[in-house]
């Protein structure tokens, strides 16, 4: 079994702040069972990707990049420089994008489908605006599985087990956010693997993370529930000790 621990450091950090971060995680022994990644600002990925270059138990990815090729979209990226620049996964339709860039069930479903040609491994973000969850569980439910579908139509059933999801409630996310509980979470996510195996080949499916207000409090009964194959941390994680402890809360969930 492996648990997934990793983070966004979203819009945050400096070149030296990344490298100085990186440089900590190098000489952290990430314990044996848990995969640990990290998804640093574009800016800084090349130069953390050289101080991970001895530790490639962490994998390193990007938090977004364009569905195309290359061309005139000024201000973006694509998934071939964001490889070139080191990141083997690639974090696709989170909520902040989603709401502040336009990021639609189509061009999540485009960037999944750019990731896995170009051999990354998506990070598909799914989550329930508030509005929704105050309708219930079951809209909740819903609205999660149909982004899933719709993020993954335009893969094949053996692409869709390559992919990693994340479910991250709207409404869990960030300083705004409530921290949601594993009865919140549990059903969701348990949806989220029944459509997963519905989707993919064989049924299979590589691992759904819990994403939203995770920190030292919560994160070991979150890991606890059956459904949760690990996290997706933001602003516990965006000082290494809060990710180390996180990586320590990771290991114990192993030995349990
Ligand atoms: C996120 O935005 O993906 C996230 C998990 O953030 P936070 O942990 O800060 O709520």
């Given at each position: 079994?492996?648990?997934?621990?990793?983070?966004?450091?979203?819009?945050?950090?400096?070149?030296?702040e990344a490298c100085a971060y990186a440089d900590g995680l190098a000489a952290t022994p990430v314990p044996a069972g848990v995969q640990a990644f990290v998804l640093p600002p574009l800016t800084a990925l090349a130069a953390v990707r050289d101080r991970l270059a001895a530790t490639p138990e962490v994998l390193l990815g990007a938090q977004n990049a364009h569905f195309a090729e290359e061309g005139a979209s000024t201000g973006e990226v694509s998934m071939r420089m964001v490889k070139d620049a080191g990141a083997r996964l690639v974090e696709i339709g989170h909520a902040e994008r989603?709401?502040?860039?336009?990021?639609?069930?189509?061009?999540?479903?485009?960037?999944?489908r750019a990731a896995l040609d170009h051999g990354l491994l998506p990070l598909l973000c799914v989550g329930e605006p508030r509005e929704v969850r105050d309708r219930g569980e079951a809209a909740a439910?819903?609205?999660?599985?149909?982004?899933?579908?719709?993020?993954?139509?335009?893969?094949?059933?053996?692409?869709?087990d390559r992919v990693l999801v994340a479910y991250e409630p709207v409404w869990a996310i960030g300083a705004g956010g409530r921290p949601a509980t594993p009865a919140e979470v549990t059903p969701v996510m348990a949806a989220v693997r029944r459509a997963l195996a519905e989707l993919a080949a064989g049924g299979r499916c590589r691992a759904v993370l819990y994403g939203g207000s995770v920190d030292l409090d919560n994160a070991a009964e979150l890991l606890a529930q059956p459904p949760v194959d690990g996290l997706f941390v933001g602003r516990a994680a965006w000082r290494l000790?809060?990710?180390?402890?996180?990586?320590r809360v990771?290991?114990?969930?192993?030995?349990?």
């Open positions: 079994m492996t648990v997934w621990i990793g983070t966004s450091w979203k819009m945050n950090k400096t070149l030296g989603r709401r502040e860039f336009g990021e639609t069930d189509r061009t999540v479903a485009r960037k999944a439910r819903r609205f999660v599985v149909d982004q899933l579908r719709a993020g993954t139509s335009l893969l094949a059933p053996a692409e869709v000790d809060g990710f180390r402890a996180l990586l990771g290991a114990g969930t192993l030995v349990r």
